[in-house]
């Protein structure tokens, strides 16, 4: 167990190391930082004495390990809009993405394991199709797409829902939506697949013989077994919703890390993309490093492999 | 009829391939039996299955679309006409290539759509094609290499899988710059891991078979034995998982044409298109109707052969798929 740790904790320092030098090499990918934070045409000088006060003159590898110090203090430079430190801009969008994520992250769990086990209990039988068809197509509507056409059908139609903003309860219902329909088919997916495999083990047999009623059998007995494969899916679903929350972000006007970080490409706000990179990656980062240990405690054979 | 495996005496069924591709990370296709036997059976299949049948021909009529007339459009998807501004579609009143509709400026609708369809599917095959060449050849490398190469690459591909695509997209075209080859970069670089884990899981236990061994042991150097030995076997994996791929790039590339990070004027995708028509998403909801339904249907397709695909490789449910679609009779290339 300690070894599966240790190696685990070690994976995830590595993969964190290779994302900061990711966030750091960002800022010469267009040549120079100077490029990035000085407006254009400003004499040769000021560049020089920019390069000089950030140590962009130094050699390369001491930039880096610059870099990661001031990363270690969570200090990404100032956003060159507010002058706000960057960090803080992000931190301060972090709340609002993260309520809206989990909650559509649990509705689409809820509804996408329930769709997946009814349509294992008779594999390519009417509901099994129904329901494979379904999900496949909610994986297959673009996110962007579907927020537009809620919006159309539900505000502009009907006029039951707003277009934008955080009013009231009504407000929630399109942009978690626009979140959680995507998820909902992965997730089905994997549940029927999982749920397919832990219905023919012989213990269900077993239990069938029993009497027990086949919805027992799939929710209460079968499902145990198949959430294994399940959770890690779940988990992978944590970086698409990150690129739902942009799409929300732009399409209902709602606030959080999505929204900072469109907005800072629009004002070329290097610091604040920086910073919003680093801490989203960590976050997921994190996520996983989470889910992987609750995993192998769950499952012990993961450990030994 | 347990499994159609066991009844092909003759095929044989390479361990490390013949798990299913649902649910297993190494994501093995059968695809690499010589004998066409199971190919001809799922041909078959397929052609008993209505809705897969019509995504597989939209998909191919689409890229004929693609590669044939649609460059025929270029022009005329660019025709600004201000008497047809905002023209409603369905109408043959104004010419057929009118019938979807209008743009803003008076562009064919269609035209549009004909000429996003080229350019849709150009980026899509051009990230499938790049991100799976360099993917697997990294794979193979490191799976044949193993040692700390090995670990730090696969290390490197926990990092782009855990960084979200749009967030890559943000970072690099903020500091590249929008256009369609980074466009292409950044999207194959985020779909690099997929071939990158495969190939290498593959390829790391292919090298310890006999036939590897055999080589080796001949005097073949790690080149040769790579390109000839290994390759060939990882091949077809790719292949699939390639196919498999297409609707989410699809996906994920229209994502970033509708945020701008992705085509901009005059060059059009699907995305782009959406984008445009979310201005004037109360006065002509076609404009946004139409591509975006252009999308989902071929996202769709792909996705229902992805599944197909996945059924088939999987000998848990392939058998049981085969039995219920095949009557009796007619499964004689099984059953001998």
């Known amino acids: 167990m300690w070894a599966f740790l240790g190696k685990r904790l070690l994976y995830s320092a590595m993969a964190l190391i290779g994302l900061t030098f990711a966030v750091f090499v960002l800022a010469f990918l267009s040549g120079s930082p100077a490029r990035l934070y000085l407006p254009e045409g400003v004499p040769q000088s000021t560049i020089d004495l920019f390069n000089k006060q950030h140590g962009y003159d130094l050699p390369f590898y001491q930039q880096f390990v610059n870099f990661m110090l001031s990363v270690l203090h969570f200090d990404f430079g100032q956003s060159l809009v507010d002058g706000r430190p960057a960090s803080t801009v992000i931190l301060d969008a972090f709340p609002d993405t993260i309520v809206i994520s989990v909650i559509a992250l649990f509705i689409s769990t809820a509804i996408g394991v329930t769709l997946g086990c009814i349509a294992a209990m008779k594999p390519f039988g009417a509901a099994d199709k129904t329901i494979t068809f379904v999900t496949l197509g909610a994986g297959s509507f673009p996110d962007f797409w579907l927020a537009l056409m809620g919006v159309l059908f539900f505000s502009v139609q009907l006029r039951i829902l707003p277009t934008s903003g955080q009013s009231g309860l009504s407000s929630w219902v399109l942009p978690v939506a626009t979140l959680a329909i995507a998820p909902i088919g992965s997730l089905a997916q994997v549940a029927r697949g999982a749920m397919v495999d832990s219905l023919s083990a012989g213990y269900i047999q077993s239990a069938r013989a029993r009497g027990y009623s086949k919805w027992r059998l799939t929710f209460r007995h079968a499902l145990k077994n198949a959430a294994l494969p399940i959770i890690p899916v779940a988990g992978n679903q944590a970086a698409r919703l990150f690129n739902g929350t942009v799409i929300v972000s732009i399409i209902f006007a709602w606030p959080g890390i999505g929204a900072v970080m469109v907005a800072s490409v629009g004002n070329r706000d290097f610091p604040v993309l920086q910073a919003g990179v680093f801490l989203v990656g960590v976050s997921i980062l994190l996520l996983n490093l989470v889910l992987d240990l609750t995993y192998s405690f769950v499952d012990p054979r993961i450990r030994v492999s | ?336």
């Open chain 2, 1 to 336: 009829m347990k499994n159609l495996h066991d009844l092909t005496p003759g095929l044989v069924v390479d361990d490390s391939t013949a798990s299913g591709l649902l649910g297993d990370p190494t994501l093995g296709g059968s695809f690499d039996t010589k004998s066409g036997t199971l190919k001809w059976v799922r041909l078959r299949v397929l052609l008993k299955m209505p809705v897969q049948l019509t995504a597989a021909l939209w998909l191919v009529s689409l890229v004929v679309v693609a590669l044939t007339i649609a460059p025929l459009f270029e022009t005329a998807a660019n025709v600004q006409n201000l008497e047809v501004r905002f023209l409603a579609p369905f109408s043959l009143d104004h010419g057929w290539l009118n019938v979807l509709g209008a743009d803003g400026l008076g562009r064919s609708e269609l035209g549009q759509l004909i000429v996003g369809t080229r350019t849709s599917f150009l980026i899509a095959g051009g990230v499938v094609v790049v991100s799976a060449t360099i993917g697997s050849a990294i794979g193979m490398l490191c799976g044949y290499a193993g040692g700390w190469v090995d670990a730090s690459l696969m290390r490197l591909a926990d990092v782009i899988v855990a960084l979200p695509t749009l967030l890559l997209a943000l970072a690099v075209l903020f500091v590249l710059g929008t256009s369609i080859i980074n466009l292409v970069i950044v999207l194959a670089l985020s779909r690099l891991p997929v071939y990158m884990r495969t190939a290498e899981a593959q390829t790391r236990s292919l090298r310890e078979r006999t036939f590897v061994e055999a080589s080796r042991s001949l005097g073949a150097s790690s080149r040769r034995i790579i390109v000839k030995d290994i390759a060939p076997l990882v091949l077809p994996t790719v292949l699939t998982l390639a196919m498999l791929e297409l609707a989410g790039v699809i996906l994920a590339a229209a994502g970033l044409s509708f945020l701008g990070l992705g085509l901009q004027r005059p060059d059009v995708d699907w995305g782009t298109l959406v984008a445009d028509g979310r201005s004037y998403l109360t006065v002509a909801w076609w404009l946004t109707v139409f591509p975006g339904f252009a999308i989902a249907l071929t996202a769709l397709a792909g996705n229902l052969l992805a599944n197909w695909v996945r059924a088939m490789g999987d000998p848990n449910q392939s058998g049981r798929l085969v039995a219920k679609i095949m009557p009796k009779g007619n499964r004689e290339p099984v059953d001998k």
